[in-house]
């Protein structure tokens, strides 16, 4: 129903700034909520950062005043500035969509992941 594919991030030192972008594929009624989900080794997958379609947002503490998430619906697209890095946001960050097909829209919503691209922040 919907793809989710990751882009950018890679090697930042403290401090730093990187970028990860997501761009959606395939059909769909509509995308209400898209994110950014983070996973460090050993921990579990936490929330970072959320916006609707409207572009309400919301962040996890830890990355407030930092990073921020932006969408442009025209693209399908999905993106997180990351500013200020610091080595604790070292993760594989997942892009998270969901929405609602096509043929029920009005159902349950559906749940889309990518694959998940790399962020490390290291000197």
């Known amino acids: 129903q919907v793809q989710l594919k990751e882009s950018g991030g890679g090697l930042a030192q403290p401090g730093g700034s990187l970028r990860v972008y997501c761009v959606a594929s395939g059909r769909w009624f509509s995308i209400d909520t898209m994110g950014w989900y983070r996973q460090a080794p050993e921990k579990g997958r936490e929330l970072v950062a959320t916006?609707?379609?409207?572009?309400?947002?919301n962040y996890v503490d830890s990355v407030k005043g930092r990073f921020t998430i932006s969408r442009d619906n025209a693209k399908n697209t999905v993106s997180l500035q990351m500013n200020s890095l610091k080595p604790e946001d070292t993760a594989v960050y997942y892009c998270?969509?969901?929405?609602?097909?096509?043929?029920?829209?009005?159902?349950?919503?559906?749940?889309?992941w990518g694959q998940g691209i790399q962020v490390t922040v290291s000197s």
């Open positions: 998270n969509a969901r929405s609602r097909g096509i043929i029920r829209p009005t159902a349950v919503e559906n749940v889309s």
């Open positions: 916006i609707t379609t409207d572009g309400s947002t």
